[in-house]
């Protein structure tokens, strides 16, 4: 059965930096590509950034410049370098994959069918 796993959430004051990983396991099929979304309360879960297995990468607007998501092949894991952290940065973040079977052409945008259980990512003033 596979499995994302998320680290490295935490609390940290603002203007400072994290790095979030998830690391994927147990799966069998095409990986299409990796995202991290955010839900902080009340409001709806967003995109933060996502990666496709061919490198493209896409961010959100709020997060441009500061984030950085990449690969981490050799441990088959995504990584989220946070920088210049905000208060409204303040989420649950979540790792989520889209795997296909193999003889599925993957899609031209990512639809994740696999997600973590979410890491706490807290920014205070």
């Known amino acids: 059965q596979g499995q994302l796993v998320e680290s490295g959430g935490g609390s940290v004051q603002a203007g400072g930096g994290l790095k979030l990983s998830c690391a994927a396991s147990g799966y069998t099929g095409r990986r299409c590509g990796m995202a991290w979304y955010r839900q902080s309360p009340g409001k709806e879960r967003e995109l933060v950034s996502n990666i496709k297995s061919d490198g493209t990468t896409t961010y959100a607007d709020s997060v441009k410049g500061r984030f950085t998501i990449s690969q981490d092949n050799a441990n088959n894991a995504i990584l989220l370098q946070m920088n210049s952290l905000k208060t409204e940065d303040t989420a649950v973040y979540y790792c989520?994959?889209?795997?296909?079977?193999?003889?599925?052409?993957?899609?031209?945008?990512?639809?994740?069918?696999?997600w973590g259980q979410g890491t706490q990512v807290t920014v205070s003033s």
């Open positions: 989520a994959a889209q795997i296909v079977p193999f003889y599925v052409v993957c899609p031209g945008s990512l639809s994740p069918n696999y």
